[in-house]
């Protein structure tokens, strides 16, 4: 269970040019928010490489970029997540997207079985970034030796839909495995470490929150595994009100809020209500972690090779 | 309008030579560091390099762990998201990224490429492979890999594709491997294109070059090779409609420099002596194909190699160089380890660009650091004020594109 509740800030409407972007990043970093969350839209920039970008322009603020199971190859996503993750040391997230619809539009293979893809899918990614143990690479110019061929496992997954041998290319990512970002529909629990809850009603909410929390066990994992996030409401002056009854029914670990990205559009917001969040003692005055897991107070996973059943 | 000589890094943070890793002076940890890559993207925009270049490969490339475990080459950063981070922290050098035609998509990656040239105000480059290794089938849920004429045609149409979308142009495709059916919209790039890379060396793979690429790679280890190959590729552009001054040819050059060019040739042969033997072995059976080469003795000629689905132009190569200067195992393999390193002092190698560039060699080079950073620092401080001082590259970067700093038009709107 959170201290605090946690905020996840999403940019509305259409996308400007690259200092602006920038700009309303480092507004939302200085304002201490847990991270940003990218969409992926047609007519804007691919969402990894303006978050490859963002992630050298700043230091503690994680970013989420969208990408979906039904466009992509798991391999080319689970290389550009996990390289995002090194170059911002451990602050990457991945908000699992199913869409399917514009796929034929570009040129990109239609699936009649969307979710059963995006479950293989997950599991593939999730076993990718497993390739190499936290200690693979010793890099030993002494003995020579670079890595340890004993902690590098390829994954050799065959399912219905998808095969990937692997191994990824790439070190074990710093949060060992990057944020997981579900929507509310997703039944699939084993590796979300974010749920979005869709309830405006606040009874609704406790609910659906509880429910989250006792499936969690259902799939191997603690309650505070997996965090629940509400989106808020228009912002008045009763949002800090909100805030606080939602996260102490509770209904919500934690609170999306959406605003365009001119200059400006964070003001009321970041001046008036995070500061009242704080004087309720419902907001971090600083960073105290440096990975987006820290900020959601959520554990580093070991490797699935790490617990010994899988060679 | 003077022809500049242009001037490509290539970023391996491992080093070029196999064993560059090793270097006392190398950052063994570099490949995953990307601070240390942020400070030689601006060693290399200091000493005024027209580009960086990242090459790549979807996959860890061999099953030969004994020899893969001892090299750099089994980690690396994805090269759009490296290079879209060093767009923060340069503000003049070219980012050029290799990826695949063979396991990409067209949206992906006129998208992408779109995206860079945005950030990055211009600075993007494709340079565009068709893979070679079979393990990266493997990722993509092919089992067969796409044989060598037939990638060379998906990679034709894929380039046509890629740029009709960054013209903003594409609302119906249907080929022979790609149907979109549109609209489709991607952010049109600053450059109009990013600039297109390309390398090939087989016949079907000169002719894809000389189509669709406007920088091209190649590896030649003497004059009289390059400047044949420069001739040919030329005419080969001229060939398809394309004007040959539109193109620029840049060999690989792998430089070590000292103050003597003892020393240099010294500090070359301490690279080759980090090579352990199993990686000796591996680096011929990567390059040529996969025989087994256990039992001959690495002190021992090469043996004869029959043709595989791998790149057939290198192996040609090296088994010519091989019989040519009648060169053991070990010595091909210290050979293909560096890529030849040119080791000498700064005048000296200065020279040989100059002599390439005004000899019909090349247009430019592709430059390669054995290992990192020193090689990369003492290039920037001791032969490019020579290259400047005899007017062959400027002192500053003129153009505000990367387009403009190789001198390339603007493509015209494909249609």
């Given at each position: 269970?959170s201290?605090?509740?946690?905020?996840?800030?999403?940019?509305?409407?259409?996308?400007?040019?690259?200092?602006?972007?920038?700009?309303?990043?480092?507004?939302?970093?200085?304002?201490?928010?847990?991270?940003?969350?990218?969409?992926d839209?047609?007519?804007?920039?691919?969402?990894?490489?303006?978050?490859?970008?963002?992630?050298?322009?700043?230091?503690?603020?994680?970013?989420?970029?969208?990408?979906?199971?039904?466009?992509?190859?798991?391999?080319?996503?689970?290389?550009?997540?996990a390289?995002?993750?090194?170059?911002?040391?451990?602050?990457?997230?991945?908000h699992?997207?199913?869409?399917?619809?514009?796929g034929?539009?570009?040129?990109?293979?239609?699936?009649?079985?969307?979710?059963?893809?995006?479950?293989?899918?997950?599991?593939?990614?999730?076993?990718l970034?497993?390739?190499?143990?936290?200690?693979?690479?010793?890099?030993?110019?002494?003995?020579?030796?670079?890595?340890?061929?004993?902690?590098?496992?390829?994954?050799?997954?065959?399912?219905?839909?998808?095969?990937?041998?692997?191994?990824?290319?790439i070190?074990?990512?710093?949060?060992?495995?990057?944020?997981?970002?579900?929507?509310?529909?997703a039944?699939?629990?084993?590796?979300a470490?974010?749920?979005?809850?869709?309830?405006?009603?606040?009874?609704?909410?406790?609910?659906?929150?509880a429910?989250?929390?006792?499936?969690?066990?259902?799939?191997?994992?603690?309650?505070?595994?997996?965090?629940?996030?509400?989106?808020?409401?228009?912002?008045?002056?009763?949002?800090?009100?909100?805030?606080?009854?939602?996260?102490?029914?509770?209904?919500?670990?934690?609170?999306?809020?959406?605003?365009?990205y001119?200059?400006?559009?964070?003001?009321?917001?970041?001046?008036?209500?995070?500061?009242?969040?704080?004087?309720?003692?419902?907001?971090?005055?600083?960073?105290?972690?440096?990975?987006?897991?820290?900020?959601?107070?959520?554990?580093?996973?070991?490797?699935?090779?790490?617990?010994?059943l899988?060679? | 309008?003077?022809?500049?000589?242009?001037?490509?890094?290539?970023v391996?943070?491992?080093?070029?030579?196999?064993?560059?890793?090793?270097?006392?002076?190398?950052?063994?940890?570099?490949?995953?560091?990307?601070?240390?890559?942020?400070?030689?993207?601006?060693?290399?925009?200091?000493?005024?390099?027209d580009?960086?270049?990242?090459?790549?490969?979807?996959?860890?490339?061999?099953h030969?762990l004994?020899?893969l475990?001892?090299?750099?080459?089994?980690?690396?950063?994805e090269?759009l998201?490296?290079l879209?981070?060093l767009?923060?922290?340069?503000?003049?050098?070219?980012?050029?990224?290799?990826?695949?035609?063979?396991y990409n998509?067209?949206?992906?990656?006129?998208?992408?490429?779109?995206?860079?040239?945005?950030?990055?105000?211009?600075?993007?480059?494709?340079?565009?492979?068709?893979?070679?290794?079979?393990?990266?089938?493997?990722?993509?849920?092919?089992?067969?890999?796409?044989?060598?004429s037939?990638?060379?045609?998906?990679?034709d149409?894929?380039?046509?594709?890629?740029?009709?979308?960054?013209?903003?142009?594409?609302?119906?495709?249907?080929?022979?491997?790609?149907?979109?059916?549109?609209?489709?919209?991607?952010?049109?790039?600053?450059?109009?294109?990013?600039?297109?890379?390309?390398?090939?060396?087989?016949d079907?793979?000169k002719?894809?070059?000389a189509?669709?690429?406007?920088?091209?790679?190649?590896?030649?280890?003497?004059?009289?090779?390059?400047?044949?190959?420069?001739?040919?590729?030329?005419?080969?552009?001229?060939?398809?409609?394309?004007?040959p001054d539109?193109?620029?040819?840049?060999?690989?050059?792998?430089?070590?420099?000292?103050?003597?060019?003892?020393?240099?040739?010294?500090?070359?042969?301490?690279?080759?002596?980090?090579?352990?033997?199993?990686?000796?072995?591996?680096?011929?059976?990567?390059?040529?194909?996969?025989?087994?080469?256990?039992?001959?003795?690495?002190d021992?000629?090469?043996?004869?190699?029959?043709?595989t689905?791998?790149?057939?132009?290198?192996?040609?190569?090296?088994?010519?160089?091989?019989?040519?200067?009648?060169?053991?195992?070990?010595?091909?393999?210290?050979?293909?380890?560096?890529?030849?390193?040119?080791?000498?002092?700064?005048?000296?190698?200065?020279d040989?660009?100059e002599?390439?560039?005004?000899?019909?060699?090349?247009?430019?080079?592709?430059?390669?650091?054995?290992?990192?950073?020193?090689?990369?620092?003492?290039?920037?401080?001791?032969?490019?004020?020579?290259?400047?001082r005899?007017?062959?590259?400027?002192?500053?970067?003129?153009?505000?594109?990367?387009?403009?700093?190789?001198?390339?038009?603007?493509?015209?709107?494909?249609?």
């Amino acid at each position: 269970m959170s201290r605090e509740p946690h905020l996840i800030l999403e940019p509305l409407g259409q996308q400007p040019e690259t200092d602006t972007i920038l700009s309303f990043v480092r507004t939302a970093e200085h304002a201490k928010f847990d991270a940003v969350l990218f969409p992926d839209l047609a007519g804007e920039f691919e969402p990894t490489t303006l978050l490859a970008t963002l992630a050298a322009a700043t230091s503690h603020i994680g970013l989420i970029t969208t990408g979906s199971t039904a466009h992509h190859e798991p391999y080319h996503l689970a290389r550009a997540i996990a390289s995002i993750d090194h170059i911002s040391k451990g602050r990457v997230g991945w908000h699992v997207a199913t869409a399917h619809d514009d796929g034929e539009a570009l040129g990109l293979d239609v699936h009649a079985d969307p979710n059963g893809r995006a479950e293989e899918f997950l599991d593939v990614v999730t076993g990718l970034w497993d390739s190499f143990d936290d200690d693979a690479f010793s890099r030993d110019k002494q003995s020579g030796l670079y890595f340890d061929p004993e902690r590098m496992h390829a994954l050799g997954y065959n399912g219905k839909h998808l095969s990937v041998a692997g191994p990824l290319n790439i070190a074990r990512p710093p949060q060992g495995r990057p944020v997981i970002v579900a929507d509310s529909s997703a039944d699939d629990l084993r590796f979300a470490d974010v749920v979005f809850s869709d309830q405006r009603d606040l009874a609704e909410a406790a609910r659906f929150y509880a429910a989250i929390k006792s499936q969690a066990a259902e799939f191997g994992r603690a309650p505070g595994d997996i965090t629940v996030f509400s989106t808020l409401p228009v912002i008045t002056g009763a949002t800090a009100d909100h805030i606080e009854s939602w996260f102490h029914a509770p209904a919500a670990d934690g609170f999306t809020v959406a605003f365009p990205y001119q200059p400006g559009a964070l003001d009321d917001f970041v001046e008036q209500v995070i500061p009242e969040l704080r004087r309720r003692g419902l907001f971090r005055h600083e960073y105290t972690g440096t990975t987006l897991r820290d900020h959601l107070g959520l554990a580093r996973p070991l490797s699935r090779y790490a617990t010994g059943l899988l060679q | 309008m003077t022809r500049n000589l242009t001037l490509g890094a290539l970023v391996n943070a491992g080093g070029g030579h196999v064993a560059g890793w090793r270097h006392p002076e190398a950052h063994a940890a570099g490949l995953m560091d990307f601070d240390f890559h942020a400070e030689l993207a601006t060693t290399l925009e200091r000493g005024r390099f027209d580009t960086l270049f990242i090459a790549d490969a979807v996959a860890v490339w061999g099953h030969q762990l004994d020899s893969l475990s001892r090299t750099a080459r089994a980690e690396r950063f994805e090269p759009l998201t490296l290079l879209a981070a060093l767009s923060t922290v340069t503000s003049h050098i070219g980012l050029v990224a290799t990826a695949t035609t063979t396991y990409n998509e067209p949206y992906h990656i006129a998208r992408k490429f779109a995206s860079l040239d945005n950030l990055s105000h211009g600075r993007a480059g494709w340079n565009i492979v068709t893979s070679i290794v079979p393990f990266e089938a493997a990722n993509f849920g092919r089992a067969e890999h796409l044989e060598h004429s037939l990638r060379y045609r998906r990679a034709d149409e894929f380039v046509d594709v890629v740029r009709r979308l960054w013209d903003g142009e594409l609302t119906h495709h249907e080929g022979e491997h790609f149907t979109l059916r549109g609209p489709v919209t991607i952010s049109r790039p600053p450059q109009g294109h990013p600039v297109l890379f390309q390398a090939g060396s087989s016949d079907t793979g000169k002719d894809f070059a000389a189509r669709h690429g406007e920088v091209l790679f190649t590896v030649q280890p003497e004059l009289a090779a390059a400047q044949a190959f420069y001739t040919d590729i030329k005419a080969r552009v001229g060939k398809a409609g394309r004007d040959p001054d539109t193109v620029l040819v840049w060999p690989v050059l792998s430089p070590l420099v000292a103050d003597t060019e003892t020393e240099a040739r010294r500090r070359a042969a301490e690279l080759d002596e980090l090579i352990h033997d199993d990686v000796a072995r591996r680096l011929i059976q990567d390059a040529i194909g996969d025989l087994d080469l256990s039992g001959h003795s690495l002190d021992g000629p090469v043996p004869d190699i029959p043709e595989t689905n791998r790149s057939k132009s290198s192996r040609d190569v090296l088994l010519g160089l091989a019989r040519k200067e009648n060169l053991t195992i070990r010595q091909l393999a210290h050979r293909i380890s560096g890529g030849s390193i040119v080791a000498g002092t700064p005048e000296q190698l200065a020279d040989r660009m100059e002599l390439w560039f005004s000899e019909g060699g090349a247009d430019g080079f592709n430059v390669s650091f054995p290992y990192l950073p020193g090689p990369a620092v003492d290039f920037v401080e001791q032969v490019m004020p020579i290259l400047r001082r005899r007017g062959l590259v400027p002192a500053e970067y003129e153009g505000s594109t990367l387009r403009d700093n190789l001198g390339l038009p603007r493509p015209e709107v494909v249609r």
